[in-house]
Every structure is written in structure tokens, then in C-alpha cells.
């Protein structure tokens, strides 16, 4: 899995060896920022988080509306 995130430079500082690579290609979504890649073992953790917290919040939806069908 590949994850990479913009980073908050100046773009003067991206054209340097930075070591950071700018974003390009026909799976970029954005074009020409300054990016970095995640460790692929970092990014792995980081969508099961999101998709996690994801899953609580449909539960947490499920529960208010319970709730809600109760009190009526």
C-alpha cells in the first residue's frame, strides 16, 4: 500500500534536494505540491484507524436512530 501526504513547505524549498519528490503522474490527485511517502506499514495503520472510526460512527448513527424511533 502507498500513502502519501502534501507537505506544508515553500514551494521555493521544493525545487532544492529536499529529498522530497513532487507529486506527478496519472494517480496524483493533486499536481506539482510537494509530497512524502509513508512507510507502507505507517499507512497500512493509519486506514484501518479511518476505517475503524468510520464503522463507529454507521454504529453510532444506528444507535441515535434507535434511540430516536423509542422516543417517538
Not at 507537505?7 to 509530497?35: D, K, Q, W
Not at 511517502?37 to 453510532?60: C, F, K, S, Y
Amino acid at each position: 500500500m502507498q500513502l502519501s501526504v502534501l507537505l506544508n513547505v515553500p514551494a521555493t524549498a521544493t525545487s532544492g534536494s529536499s529529498g522530497v519528490r513532487e507529486a506527478s503522474g496519472p494517480g496524483s490527485v493533486v499536481h506539482g505540491c510537494a509530497r512524502a511517502e509513508l512507510n507502507p506499514m505507517h499507512a497500512q495503520r493509519i486506514v484501518t484507524i479511518t476505517g475503524d472510526g468510520d464503522e463507529g460512527l454507521i454504529a453510532l448513527q444506528a444507535c441515535q436512530a434507535s434511540v430516536r424511533e423509542i422516543v417517538q
